[in-house]
């Protein structure tokens, strides 16, 4: 079922669960800033009009026929971009923080640099986004643990305005973490000697529906996450320390 | 420590036939049954050979029977929780991937429909 490739073809995909309130119009700014680029809403089996919004604004919808959970949606929409052949993805959250008008501004850098990841900040440059102080104490603490995988620091490692080539595609439609795959997703690409940059984004307030992360759900984030990196960190050292055999196949990371 | 022995041997008993039966209704497939079934019958052997269950005792250097039988048990049980875990993880992974696969050849499909409807 895959097509040929479509060279610069960019598709954005948008995970949606319950974003009734806000799905119609992040689509509608997106038709708005980047005129002509389709927009794939992944509906992780929501119980409210996410779908029927989706589709009346515009856009693509691929229904999964249950809760799958960020990962598992964001992985479904790679798999559907690489089968129709788009040449790059960027992802935007379906709650209306991200800023649309920042799209164009990652697509370039990913065409232009010719790296496989770009990460739209909030912290590449003081643009004036603000974080809780629970979430802020944890971007901190994984800068400091990935700076040292990763070999050059990261400023907003959380980040889920993620924009992806087709080699990046090619990985994750493979392997992608399941639960929280942002930090993950980075220290995959990374040992792969894949690159990555960080272009400055404007995140926004919340317009409807509330944050789900509670104290605990952070202690619970930050062990998982951490086991997940060190995981991959192990696996991927003894692959670099074996000879590499013939048809040796890559995916099989992430959690 | 007759008591417990008598007690542990009941018990074996009793998981064996839940099992036994659960097979036989479907309610669980044979190849997960084989470690349930191993693991009440090596705790039913142990609580009705004391020889056995003392040669364990000295083997592990513990201070009494009733100990070494519980802590025999409480380790089998774990072992098989984690090969439980393992199972559950492998078909999660499954599961996700045919849901993945599902929702993108339900794409497919309605893409092809609505191309037909264009072309027609």
């Known amino acids: 079922l895959t097509r040929p490739v479509l060279p610069g073809s960019l598709l954005i995909i948008i995970p949606a669960f319950n974003e009734e309130g806000a799905i119609a119009s992040v689509i509608g700014e997106v038709h708005e800033f980047v005129p002509g680029a389709p927009v794939l809403v992944i509906d992780d089996s929501s119980t409210d009009e996410t779908r029927e919004r989706a589709r009346a604004a515009g856009a693509d919808v691929l229904p999964v026929p249950h809760h799958l959970g960020l990962g598992g949606c964001v992985q479904a929409g790679y798999k559907l971009a690489w089968e129709l052949g788009y040449a790059y993805v960027i992802r935007v959250d379906g709650d209306g923080q991200h800023d649309p008008r920042d799209i164009p501004r990652v697509f370039q850098r990913l065409k232009n640099s010719g790296c496989e990841m770009v990460i739209g900040s909030r912290f590449v440059t003081d643009n004036g986004s603000r974080t809780g102080k629970v979430r802020s104490l944890g971007i901190r603490f994984f800068r400091l643990v990935l700076r040292p995988i990763l070999g050059k620091p990261v400023h907003d490692p959380t980040s889920g305005f993620v924009g992806v080539n087709r080699n990046a595609l090619n990985v994750f439609r493979a392997s992608f973490p399941l639960d929280y795959p942002e930090i993950e997703a980075l220290v995959v690409l990374q040992r792969r000697r894949f690159r990555f940059e960080e272009v400055p984004v404007r995140m926004r307030p919340r317009t409807t529906g509330r944050s789900s992360i509670t104290a605990l759900k952070s202690l619970y984030y930050v062990v998982h996450v951490l086991l997940g990196v060190f995981v991959n960190v192990l696996k991927f050292e003894r692959r670099l320390h074996r000879a590499p055999r013939a048809g040796d196949q890559t995916p099989g990371e992430g959690g | ?120």
């Open chain 2, 1 to 120: 420590m007759d008591r417990l022995l008598n007690v542990t041997t009941v018990l074996s008993v009793i998981l064996i036939i839940i099992v036994l039966a659960s097979v036989r209704r479907a309610h669980i497939r044979v190849e997960y049954s084989v470690s349930w079934l191993l693991a009440a019958v090596a705790m039913l052997v142990l609580s009705r050979a004391k020889p056995l269950l003392d040669t364990v005792r000295n083997l592990t250097g513990l201070p009494d029977s009733p100990l070494t039988l519980f802590l025999l048990g409480a380790g089998v049980f774990l072992l098989m929780f984690f090969r439980f875990s393992v199972i559950i993880s492998h078909l999660r992974d499954d599961n996700v991937a045919l849901a993945q696969r599902v929702a993108i050849l339900e794409y497919h499909i309605q893409s092809l429909k609505n191309h037909e409807k264009q072309e027609a």
